[in-house]
């Protein structure tokens, strides 16, 4: 990337990209699309594109997307995360394996941005569905693949009961995602939030509702090689 860069006149109207952010921290650059306007979007991706930064465009609506795709052809997007990458592949994986465990189906959307993230961070990541408490059989024939893992992202909305009983299982920290997913109590997911803020079960760490970005990244720092 050259130094000498000069970022267009709309793009300066509209934000000021931290595109040295892998070089300086070893993770790069993610935009946020919900709020901005798919204009704004087409700004960002095009600078991203000029600069060859490794992107993530988190929250993608399909406006955004057919921007993000206009600027940089060949991007991955994927529906149900919402997430669109470029350069479209993942570096190679080093470091140790991140698990992502949604509850139910309808956590996958956030279950999914977690995966491709601690992915295109640089990590071996693998996804589990489907394993909430409802069923306890099913986590507990998931245990050698979850003892396997370095970091744990669990996924949950309604009661959020599974990262407390996940952690109490695994010596791996476990990061724990409230989802919006749930009946009028929940709350839009202050209901399980509040669960995993006070889980009795040590080595759980608590993200925002629906944060399955900042679950990921975390879960990629944490299972990041010993020497970085």
């Known amino acids: 990337m050259a130094d000498d860069w000069e970022p267009s006149e709309a793009l300066r109207d509209i934000a000021e990209l931290d595109l040295d952010r892998e070089q300086r ?17 087409a700004v960002i991706a095009a600078a991203v594109g000029e600069r060859g930064a490794r992107t993530l465009f988190t929250r993608a609506a399909q406006g955004h997307v057919d921007a993000i795709l206009a600027a940089l052809p060949g991007a991955s997007h994927d529906e149900t995360a919402r997430l669109v990458a470029w350069p479209p592949h993942p570096p190679e994986p080093t470091g140790g394996q991140v698990l992502v465990v949604a509850a139910g189906t309808s ?9 491709l993230v601690a992915q295109h961070l640089g990590r071996s990541a693998e996804l589990v569905v489907d394993v909430g408490v ?54 839009e997911g202050l209901a399980p ?15 925002n509702i629906d944060n399955g970005y900042g679950a990921g990244h975390m879960a990629a720092q944490i299972a990041a090689p010993w020497d970085e």
Not at 29 to 38: R, S
């Open 25 to 41: 921290r070893g993770y790069p650059e993610a935009v946020y699309c919900e709020g901005k306007t798919p204009e704004q979007v």
């Open 107 to 115: 956590d996958l959307p956030v279950a999914r941005e977690a995966l």
């Open 134 to 187: 409802a069923g306890l059989h099913r986590i507990l024939s998931r245990l050698d693949q979850l003892r396997e893992a370095r970091a744990i992202v669990v996924v949950a909305g309604m009661d959020g009961a599974l990262p407390g009983v996940v952690a109490g299982l695994v010596a791996a920290p476990v990061i724990a995602v409230p989802t919006s997913v749930g009946y009028g109590a929940a709350f």
């Open 193 to 207: 939030l509040l669960t995993m803020l006070n889980s009795c079960a040590p080595g759980v760490a608590v993200v």
